[in-house]
């Protein structure tokens, strides 16, 4: 079967601004990445996914864009972008830019005229109200909805007040986005990721949300957001950029969906298509956000493939900029990444790896004078900033970690060095070492990228079980979710298989799980095995 290039893809996200620095100003840059190219192709990825790289005063660093159509100066120039694509293209590796097409940074020149009168050209590119019309809550704290002093109406923003929403109901704006889309598209890129792509249209006459029934901690959780989200304009639309992208070859479209805590596959799946005609790919969160333990990932698990179904493809994420990395939220223990990320590495559909995932880097430690995210600015002591998952990347042990020559915008985990590229890569044991080796194993097998999988019954609640088959063969996984010794039975799924289990790889050489699946198989703690199954039946006809 012909898969499209994304179809099993494992893509690396990369924060730019704490990538690499090329020029000592402690701020990542697309040189700096540029230089660094050879390390994600040696990691074997097939694309990278890069952060907001538009003009921004950055407030939200990116997130709030000023000039969709220029680089942001601290990150580069238009022509380093064209490079790095022409670069990257060169090693074999995609690039995937993030698009904000929901809302701009009030510094955006069509804000600007905008909020100078409610006459004119602009005047109908944001959302605006001569009162506050609604009850919406806006994502980061607050009202939805600020007083604009220069044109004496309320504009409302799902987020910050410094990034208001575009009207997409005006098919003026609807233009102009599309056209940002297409001048990105025209540069090379070989897809986009839409940020909150599910908020774009509201509720056009602006109803209030119901409120959900019992207590939420945060207020903005405690109204349904069925009129500032989800609306069935939303679709319409993401099927129109769909129809764009496909104009050109060869490209992906990828959507964060805004969703409740702890995700919603379903919600996500939706927005796929039932045509498969609206994003190629959709990002949901449960799996971050579920407990690491083989009844709650499985659950997760099967949750996301009942919504994609079989003809859909799943994306997962373990890892973001928005969230504490895994390793800081399982302690830095070493075997459960091995495990968490042979689990990822071994589902069907595109694996998103967020950088420094692959060396098990931890959360940074951010003080409050050293804090930049404007969230955490606003809530911490309550909840962490979002730069802790932001650090830089920790390449040496040299000065700046190689990261840079100057001064770091934000501070490097702590035993950065321990968690060093070059402290890593020669290591036959370490996190990098580990992420390489299964990389490779899904790259080179189309089973472990595509096939169908299955989740088998299996008495010891400790243990996960699953088979992937496609034409191409049959794999079994086995992993052992807890910190004791665990045996399973095989002798069912072999039977129903009618396949011996040849040992592939395991996360523990020298574990005790025997090469063949035959009877039981005895896991020592965190241990992630793969099998080949080979068929018996066509086995014993061909003999
Ligand atoms: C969603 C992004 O993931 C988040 O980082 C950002 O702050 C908000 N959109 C607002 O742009």
Redesign the pocket.
């Known amino acids: 079967m012909a898969y499209q290039w994304w179809q099993g893809a494992v893509v690396y996200r990369i924060y730019v601004r704490s990538f690499q620095d090329s020029n000592g100003d402690g701020v990542g840059d697309l040189m700096g990445l540029i230089s660094r190219l050879g390390y994600v192709e040696n990691l074997g990825v097939d694309a990278i996914w890069l952060?907001p790289v538009f003009d921004s005063p950055n407030f939200?660093?990116g997130?709030?864009v000023s000039d969709f159509l220029t680089v942001q100066k601290e990150l580069g120039t238009l022509s380093d972008f064209d490079l790095l694509i022409e670069e990257a293209h060169k090693r074999g590796i995609k690039v995937i830019v993030?698009l904000?097409l929901?809302?701009t940074s009030i510094e955006h020149p069509w804000f600007i005229q905008s909020r100078s009168s409610t006459e004119g050209e602009y005047a109908g590119y944001y959302i605006w109200s001569d009162e506050i019309p609604n009850n919406w809550i806006a994502?980061?704290g607050g009202k939805a909805w600020t007083l604009d002093s220069v044109r004496g109406q309320y504009y409302m923003h799902?987020?910050?007040r410094q990034?208001p929403d575009l009207n997409w109901r005006n098919p003026k704006v609807v233009d102009e986005l599309f056209a940002v889309t297409r001048f990105w598209l025209d540069r090379g890129i070989d897809g986009v990721r839409l940020?909150?792509i599910n908020s774009i249209a509201k509720d056009e006459t602006l109803r209030s949300n119901p409120k959900v029934l019992g207590t939420r901690s945060r207020v903005y959780d405690r109204q349904r957001h069925i009129f500032d989200r989800n609306r069935p304009e939303s679709y319409t639309r993401v099927r129109q950029v769909r129809r764009l992208v496909d104009e050109y070859d060869d490209r992906v479209l990828i959507g964060?969906i805004?969703a409740e805590f702890p995700g919603e596959p379903e919600l996500a799946a939706s927005y796929l298509g039932q045509k498969g005609d609206q994003l190629n790919l959709s990002l949901d969160s449960s799996l971050a956000n579920a407990r690491f333990s083989a009844p709650s990932w499985k659950r997760v698990a099967k949750r996301w493939y009942e919504a994609t179904g079989r003809l859909r493809d799943p994306g997962w994420v373990l890892n973001?900029?928005?969230l504490s990395r895994f390793s800081t939220r399982v302690k830095g223990d070493q075997d459960k990444m091995k495990l968490a990320a042979l689990f990822l590495m071994t589902q069907r559909g595109t694996i998103f790896i967020y950088y420094g995932e692959e060396l098990g880097l931890p959360d940074s430690v951010v003080w409050p004078k050293e804090m930049k995210d404007?969230?955490g600015k606003r809530f911490w002591p309550f909840m962490k900033s979002?730069d802790v998952s932001r650090g830089p990347m920790v390449w040496s042990t040299g000065p700046g970690n190689w990261f840079t020559s100057g001064e770091s915008w934000l501070p490097f985990t702590k035993s950065a060095n321990f968690y060093s590229v070059e402290n890593q890569a020669l290591e036959k044991d370490s996190m990098l070492t580990f992420y390489r080796t299964i990389i490779a194993l899904r790259s080179d097998d189309l089973v472990l990228q595509m096939g169908h999988c299955h989740f088998m019954e299996c008495k010891n609640s400790n243990v996960l079980i699953y088979t992937r088959s496609s034409e191409d063969g049959r794999r079994m996984v086995i992993l052992n979710m807890s910190k004791r010794v665990q045996t399973c039975s095989l002798a069912d799924v072999l039977e129903r298989e009618e396949a011996v289990a040849l040992r592939l790889f395991s996360t523990h050489i020298d574990g005790r799980a025997k090469e063949t699946g035959e009877d039981d198989v005895e896991l020592v703690p965190w241990q992630g095995s793969v099998y080949d199954l080979v068929d018996q039946r066509r086995k014993s006809r061909s003999s």
Do not use: C
């Open positions: 952060t939200d660093f997130f709030d993030d904000l929901n809302h994502a980061f799902s987020f910050f990034q940020d909150v964060e805004m973001s900029h928005e404007p969230l979002r």
